[in-house]
């Protein structure tokens, strides 16, 4: 199985989130994200045995606690950069408490011999992923003219692991587990 942690975004943000994306939707034609698969990714842990979960979970359980950690969603952006983008993004602000959750997650999970993150953790909101180069430039100007990059802010007070499985119509995230950051 295919599996992910990740904070989830409270319908109220998303629907900002959504509000936006129907204006720069028509602006380009790329691979949009459903908003209900939106969320901001922890740990990207990959394929998992199910006969293990138990003791996956059990690892995540055992995260020390931590108190509700402040998220804002602003901004736009591209991976790995404007000039040859791959994934157009959300960012996320948020204080250091989000950053060490994910260096907490990668070392509990690394304990199972799952690989450690190699990059830098960047949270953000997948917006959609740019598969074969296309013009931007109307999404560039659409966005140039938005009147806020503002899409929200909330109290993220716990965390999830998914399931990711791969359909003909794109990605199905199942929660498996849920996990409070105090108890």
Known sequence: MRLFTAIDIPPAVLA??????EKLKPAAQIKWS??????ITIKFIGEWPP???????????????????EIAIRNLGFFPN??????????????????DLARDTDRA?????IASEQRA?????TLARIKEPVSLQRLRQTIAGLESLEFGSFTADRFYLYQSQMQRTGSVYT???????SP
């Open 51 to 69: 006969e293990k979960l138990g003791e996956l979970t059990a690892a995540l359980a055992a995260l020390p606690p931590r108190p509700p950690i």
């Open 121 to 125: 953790f960047a949270p953000h909101l």
């Open 16 to 21: 900002n989130v959504e509000a936006v994306l």
């Open 175 to 181: 929660k498996l587990s849920e996990f409070p950051l």
């Open 109 to 113: 999970t690394a304990a199972l011999g």
């Open 82 to 99: 404007p000039h040859s983008p791959r994934v157009f993004w959300a960012g996320i602000a948020a204080l250091p408490e989000l950053s």
């Open 34 to 39: 459903p908003p209900s698969n939106m969320h």
